[in-house]
């Protein structure tokens, strides 16, 4: 197993944590080019691959988690008037999750001109002092939990706040260390959304851009990328096996109001970005 297949492994575990997996990324790698003296890169197919089992762990978890909630839809849409307002809910949520999802793929576009065309930007981005700052964001975002309540103050999304949570998201993948998963969950309950709620919106916002990922990792041959670095097809299976049980555990986490809880995790990455800095 070459260095490049643990880095993947790595991404694909973190993938389920509000930790920041390409932070986690970027530290193993910035690790290895000191241990090797020379520079090793994830390439992007195998980043994709590695989306394709954040996918399946995504649907199959919430497939599990709504089953009841799916039937009473089904059920439902037997009679014009319930058809007629679960149309209204899939519209309103489908124009949120596509507001906040338009700004991040703008900002996600902006950023590739920045890397391509400014290199004092990707220089920035790539150094491990950005790196121990992201770190340090999330931890303290994680920690604003343990004081935020449960008491839901709204139980829809307005259009403005969809922009809001797409500024959220963007921010949170256009800067090193910053935790995803993490900003949107905060921000959501911060926004008067229960944890439950709060915690299916983090990944419903986030679904159309990891199966967008993941497909052109598929089509672009990502599989083949994956045996070529020494990883073979039952390793995936098991390692997103046991992204899926992380998952299930991040979920318990969140009823019982201990996702805080990762806040204290976050001084690891943190510490160890500070022994790069040093030495």
């Known amino acids: ?22 932070g986690h990324v970027m530290l193993v790698l910035h690790m290895f080019a000191r241990l090797h003296q020379q520079a090793v890169v994830l390439p992007e197919l195998l980043d994709d691959c590695a989306h394709v089992s954040a996918l399946f ?11 009841a909630l799916i039937k009473r ?6 009679t014009r008037a319930s058809c007629a307002r679960l149309a209204r809910i899939i519209v309103h949520a489908a124009l949120v999750v596509g507001i906040a999802d338009g700004v991040t793929v703008v900002c996600y576009g902006v950023r590739s001109v920045l890397k391509k065309n400014v290199p004092l ?18 931890m303290l975002v994680l920690f604003s939990l343990r004081w935020q ?19 959220v998201q963007s921010v949170s993948l256009l800067w090193p260390g910053l935790s995803r998963f993490a900003f949107v969950y905060t921000f959501l309950r911060a926004y008067g959304l229960r944890r439950d709620r709060a915690f299916t919106c983090t990944f419903l916002v986030f679904l159309p851009l990891v199966t967008a990922v993941a497909a052109r990792g598929v089509h672009g041959g990502a599989f083949a990328a994956m045996h070529a670095v020494g990883m073979s097809n039952m390793l995936f299976v ?19 109001k201990r996702l805080w809880y990762c806040a204290w995790y976050m001084l690891v990455p943190l510490l160890s970005t500070c022994v790069l800095l040093m030495f």
């Not at 197993?1 to 390409?22: A, G, K, R, W, Y």
């Open 1 to 22: 197993m070459n260095d490049v297949c643990v880095v993947m492994l790595v991404q694909m575990i973190t993938e389920m944590l509000p930790i920041s997996s390409s």
């Open 57 to 67: 762990v995504y649907v199959i978890f919430f497939l599990w988690l709504y089953a």
């Open 73 to 78: 839809v089904i059920f439902f849409m037997l």
């Open 121 to 138: 930007y990707t220089s920035v981005c790539a150094h491990p002092l950005s790196l121990a700052l992201g770190f340090a964001l999330t």
């Open 149 to 167: 309540k449960n008491e839901a103050r709204t139980t829809r999304m307005t259009y403005s706040g969809a922009l809001q949570l797409g500024l």
């Open 238 to 256: 098991l390692t997103t096996c046991l992204a899926a049980g992380i998952f299930f555990v991040v979920w318990q986490m969140v009823q019982t």
